[in-house]
């Protein structure tokens, strides 16, 4: 929405503040500036000038010398302008002024600056200007010429301010309006804000009586068939039309808001539109058969053109306005073109309805045509505006001599609109504002924006023009926005105290955050939806559980069209990036959630899991991955053995080198080296790991139950054994067996060397173990510690395992 | 033999002030003190003194030996402490040369700025809570008095699973959620990830997250969301952050409000950053809509609160000067390792 500031002043007419000033106060009470432009921002020193005479340029056949009054005396000025001659009046811009822009419009930021000098040898003290030299168009100044110099009527006065004189001096204003209040898309509904904002007396248009002594009835029948879309439809008749271009005071104030002037009809519906916020049509009234209006829904399929010549497809839920044969407009949205005002009008129906907003949304949607009406009747409008629209329009045609306009109006008008009353309590509004404002107070603030005081039953009457107006928050916000939010006091709530803090879950994903950190893993984010390509490019199969993906019925394209299910795509991806940008030893992590769908199409809320994800490529390898897990799993308290479990393989991960990590029955996630083909398919070319926890299972596993165990009081005994293992037996089964067979004494067990080379034996590795024995309660002894060597030796020998020393 | 033995300590003394490493040292010591040096050889000598003379001999011996010995150790020292300054300044180091560091990642901006505001809220006693990012409508609007075809389900552009569910659109439906709860008074923030649909490009992302507040009890007032709102702007921005209050309009809050803080880039003067006025928007809030409370099971009349949203982004991009939104997904090493 923008208003100019010479438009509202014409309903304020105290106010007189400067466009900052205007801009911050009315963005404090509630009606957002956006900003605002200042027509004349880049126009100095410009004035009415008139020629007095007229000489041809000695050297240059296509200047003129002109002798310009300007008031204060006559200045010599050289043109190249072909449209002047003596006598005329025109804007002059004087040595040292600035004009907006050059004559073929193209406008100069900051302006042109004008100085005094010689054009082919002869003196120039300034410039005559065109209307686009001062930065407007010939669209918003019809009476421009084509080409050339902007000429003002015989009646302005010379050496007064041509800026002024076209209504360049003028500020226009951007605002924001909230949705809730559709009165404020009209210039009334903006002025009355300002009034309200200054404290300045508010004086909205007068609306007198129209009409000569006919009667409307007589002329058009009217039926609304569905009165659930058009609460209220009115119309009245112009005739003997007389188009003729609209006034000069009505095409400055639409052109200061940016509309075209065309001729009085059109123009004093467009300004009806802008002031009051009522979209209205005209109809050729010759052209409506049976002079008979029916509203009624369109029939499924039923084409229409509309004024601009298109023709469209209706539905059921679209509304139309037909006379007795045809339609003859889409309600709301377009008149059609079998029945718009051409110049050879005659006799005009006009209508001022109101169609329900949200019907008018979809259908405008729906057909694809949105147009200024439809903007406006979206929203909702006031069916009580009508009427003072349809009047304000008629009272128009009459001042401008633009038709007769036939008395009465007709009315359909099923359920009339009533106000709201909401009981008055200032004691409430007090209490939920902190303030301390008097009953007085309030009701004068309230009053500013016509909120009126019934004192017979204590309640304020919200004018019809209020949608926002239901209860006494509603008033509060009222009494806050015209007392200042600026004024109310600051304080911090008393009440209940609450001890706050983080979820258990919370915590560890902060612990997760820490342990990757500190292992030189930096944090990513990805998206939650992404194409399902995903599953080709991690080699799923067919009947992967991740492939039961939740779809968005509107995504932005194919590639956010699934909800992920599994969280690597967006490591890989990530990771490829990095690789693409020649960035070396890359750790990456992330925490988000993928999102499993209990049944598909989704009836119930999916299971959002949130998944610890790291990925790395560079320095390091799979054992460091497994470091970094384990240094986690420790940190959250899960510190029992875990299995590193590699009979179920992962597609996206080399089958020889992943795990999945198991303590349990559960299963915590997997870890592994991408496998070589889902390496190149994302282009990542060095070795990447990747490790995925299920984090609702950490969780539920984790616990920082912690309880001291003392400092061991007995000596240790450390006993090394160096073995000769068959390839095949895993690292993990030995230790298994360690373990298991160490018995209570078994403190530590480390791995302290492997070998496979040309002096081990062929099909064996060499391995050696240091095992750490200790009692709680006594030294341990040879036999002790013999017993306890014997049982894994002999264990370690069933595996087929021979015992070096 | 006296001038004998003051001969011998003569050389002793003289041999050992010249003795510059320990080792010399330990040849003056042998071959004075040693079982054949010159002073043990005296002494051998000593039977052929007469047995009168012995003891003022034997003392003599002895006092030059001990005189020799205390020589040697006061070398002794003297070198050791030589050798040791000698090893000292052989170890000297080039202290400038780069360091060895275990590398430690980085946070993510987001993740910063959540972490901050978490903060500032868990330290006024606010609880941290999560909800669901695939939501029921009911939640993400109805109950937030957004009903059915309201203009503002369009405006939020949502992503839609099915008619009822869809891409969470705010943070605040997590307010309805723990209203219906019951559990009062609360004092409750929710940080999360929402959707809407825009298309990607520096100031957009279809995805992006917000941090959601809610405090509801007896006597909750419009002054106290102000007073809470400031505290945050100031542990946030800095105690001379100033802050802005104007009307605005949700569905889900009456009176609701937009908050402007002081340009915490030229402090209010206006620069490039604020786009010359001094003041930048950052949060939307306003007191719980009667309404609203009521669909929760909240009694209006009884209780009041307020409630306000963050985007987390729009905090990260201020504070680090980002200017393309996308950087945050691309998850760029270069980037990330600025934070």
């Known amino acids: 929405m923008n208003t100019t500031y010479s438009w509202i002043k014409a309903y304020v007419p105290d106010l007189d503040v400067t466009a900052q000033e205007y801009t911050d106060a009315m963005t404090l009470t509630g009606t957002k500036v956006e900003g605002f432009v200042k027509a004349d921002a880049d126009l100095d020193k410009i004035v009415i000038g008139q020629i007095k005479e007229i000489e041809r340029h000695p050297d240059a056949d296509k200047l003129i010398i002109c002798q310009v009054d300007i008031g204060t005396q006559i200045t010599q000025i050289v043109t190249g302008a072909p449209n002047v001659k003596v006598g005329d009046k025109v804007p002059v811009v004087l040595d040292g002024g600035r004009v907006a822009g050059g004559h073929d419009g193209k406008l100069t930021p900051g302006g042109v600056e004008i100085r005094q000098g010689k054009l082919r040898g002869v003196e120039s003290n300034g410039m005559l200007c065109s209307i686009e030299e001062l930065g407007s168009t010939k669209e918003l100044y019809p009476e421009a010429p084509e080409y050339g110099i902007y000429i003002f009527p015989e009646d302005a006065q010379v050496g007064a301010d041509a800026v002024h004189e076209l209504g360049l001096d003028d500020v226009n204003f951007e605002y924001e309006i909230t949705s809730n209040r559709v009165d404020c898309f009209s210039v009334i509904g903006i002025a009355r804000e300002a009034a309200a904002t200054f404290r300045k007396k508010f004086v909205p248009p007068v609306v007198t009586a129209t009409g000569n002594d006919e009667d409307v009835h007589d002329y058009v029948k009217v039926t609304v068939r569905d009165a659930d879309l058009c609460s209220r439809y009115t119309a009245r008749v112009v005739k003997n039309i007389h188009i003729a271009p609209s006034p000069k005071w009505m095409q400055r104030r639409l052109a200061s808001a940016g509309i075209r002037p065309i001729n009085n009809l059109v123009d004093i519906t467009n300004y009806v539109m802008e002031e009051f916020g009522q979209p209205m049509h005209a109809f050729d009234y010759d052209q409506i058969a049976g002079h008979e209006i029916i509203v009624r829904r369109a029939e499924n399929g039923e084409k229409f053109t509309t004024l601009d010549g298109q023709e469209r497809t209706m539905d059921e839920n679209v509304l139309m306005i037909c006379d007795g044969e045809k339609a003859v407009g889409i309600a709301g949205i377009m008149g059609g073109e079998n029945s718009m005002i051409t110049d050879d009008v005659k006799t005009m129906l006009f209508e001022a309805a109101c169609f329900d907003g949200t019907n008018i949304r979809l259908s405008s949607k729906r057909i694809g045509l949105r147009t200024d009406a439809s903007a406006k009747f979206e929203k909702g409008l006031d069916p009580n505006n009508a009427e003072a629209a349809m009047n304000r329009a008629c009272q128009l045609i009459e001042e401008l001599g633009a038709g007769e306009v036939v008395g009465g109006m007709v009315d359909v008008y099923s359920a009339k609109k009533e106000p709201v009353r909401v009981v008055f309590e200032p004691e409430k509004i007090n209490a939920l504002l902190g303030t301390d404002l008097t009953k007085e107070e309030m009701l004068g603030y309230l009053k500013s924006v016509e909120l009126e005081y019934d004192a017979d039953t204590n309640e304020i009457v919200a004018p019809t023009f209020r949608h926002d107006i239901f209860r006494t928050a509603d008033l509060a916000e009222e009494v806050a926005r015209f007392y200042g939010y600026d004024n109310i006091p600051v304080t911090l709530p008393k009440g209940g105290a609450t001890t706050g803090g983080k979820s258990f879950k919370m915590k560890i994903e902060e612990i997760a955050r820490t342990v990757a950190r500190y292992n030189g893993f930096s944090q990513g984010m990805s998206y939650s939806f992404e194409s399902p390509k995903v599953f080709e490019k991690l080699s799923l199969p067919e009947d992967a559980p991740e492939r039961r993906a939740i779809r968005i019925s509107n995504p932005l394209g194919e590639d956010f069209s699934i909800m992920r299910t599994i969280s690597l795509n967006g490591m890989l991806s990530s990771l490829a990036f990095n690789y693409n940008h020649r960035n070396k030893n890359v750790r990456l992590f992330e925490l988000g959630n993928i999102y499993c769908p209990k049944s598909l199409p989704l009836t119930e809320l999916p299971d959002e899991r949130m998944q610890f994800t790291l990925g790395m490529y560079g320095d390091g390898d799979f054992f460091t991955m497994k470091g970094v897990v384990e240094e986690f799993l420790e940190n959250v308290g899960i510190s029992g053995r875990k299995t590193y479990d590699t009979s179920e393989k992962k597609p996206f991960l080399h089958p020889g080198r992943q795990a999945r990590v198991i ?134 020998e069933h595996m087929g395992i021979e015992i070096r020393s | 033999m006296n001038s004998q033995l003051k001969e011998i300590r003569e050389q002793a003394m003289k041999r050992l002030s010249q003795a510059d490493t320990l080792d010399m040292l330990n040849d003056a010591r042998v071959a004075f003190l040693g079982k054949k040096g010159e002073l043990t050889a005296v002494l051998k000598s000593m039977k052929n003194i007469s047995p009168e003379e012995r003891p003022a001999f034997g003392q003599m011996v002895n006092e030059t030996r001990a005189a020799i010995e205390k020589q ?125 649909s825009d298309e990607v490009d520096a100031t957009h992302s279809p995805s992006f997250h917000q941090i959601e507040g809610l405090v509801i009890d007896k006597d909750i007032t419009f002054a106290d969301l102000k007073g809470t709102l400031e505290e945050f702007a100031k542990k946030l921005f800095g105690e001379e952050t100033k802050t802005k209050f104007r009307p605005h309009h949700f569905p889900f809050t009456e009176p609701s409000a937009e908050v402007d803080v002081s340009c915490f880039k030229c402090g209010g003067k206006g620069c490039r950053f604020c786009k010359g006025s001094g003041w930048i928007e950052i949060l939307g809030c306003g007191m719980v809509h009667p309404h609203v409370l009521e669909m929760c099971g909240i009694d209006p009349e009884e209780y009041t609160g307020f409630a306000f949203g963050v985007g987390l982004e729009r905090i990260a991009l201020l504070r680090y000067e980002i200017d393309d939104m996308r950087l945050l997904y691309e998850n760029d090493e270069r980037f990330l390792k600025q934070f």
Do not use: C
Not at chain 1, 734 to 756: A, H, M, T
Not at chain 2, 132 to 144: S, V
């Open chain 2, 72 to 196: 040697i150790e006061e070398t002794k020292k003297m070198l050791e402490s030589k050798a040791l300054e000698r090893q000292l300044a052989a170890e000297e180091i080039d202290v400038t040369l780069p360091a060895k560091r275990n590398p430690v990642g980085h946070r993510h901006p987001n993740q910063i700025a959540q972490e901050e505001v978490e903060h500032i809220f868990i330290g006024m006693g606010y609880e941290v809570i999560e909800g669901p990012e695939i939501e029921y409508d009911k939640y993400n609007f109805e109950l937030l008095n957004i009903p059915a075809n309201h203009p503002a389900k369009d405006e939020q552009d949502t992503f839609y699973i099915t008619k009822d569910i869809v891409l969470r659109t705010q943070t605040s439906p997590v307010q309805a959620r723990v209203m219906q709860q019951g559990k009062l008074p609360i004092r409750m923030i929710s940080p999360g990830r929402v959707f809407r």
């Open chain 1, 663 to 796: 303590m349990g029955d559960k299963v915590l996630g997997y870890l592994g080296e991408i496998h070589p083909i889902t390496a190149s398919v994302y282009g990542i070319g060095e070795k990447a790991y990747v490790a995925v926890l299920d984090m609702p299972v950490i969780v539920s596993m984790a616990s920082f139950d912690i309880k001291y165990n003392g400092i061991a009081r007995y000596p240790a005994v450390a006993r090394d054994i160096s073995m000769l293992v068959p390839k095949a037996v895993k690292a993990g089964e030995i230790e298994d067996l360690l373990w298991q067979r160490g018995g209570k004494l078994l403190e530590s067990v480390e791995l302290f060397d492997v070998y496979e080379g040309i002096q081990v034996r062929p099909g064996f590795k060499s391995m050696a173990y240091k095992l750490v024995l200790r009692s709680a309660e006594r030294t341990l002894e040879d036999a002790d510690i013999n017993g306890v060597m014997k049982k894994v030796w002999n264990g370690l």
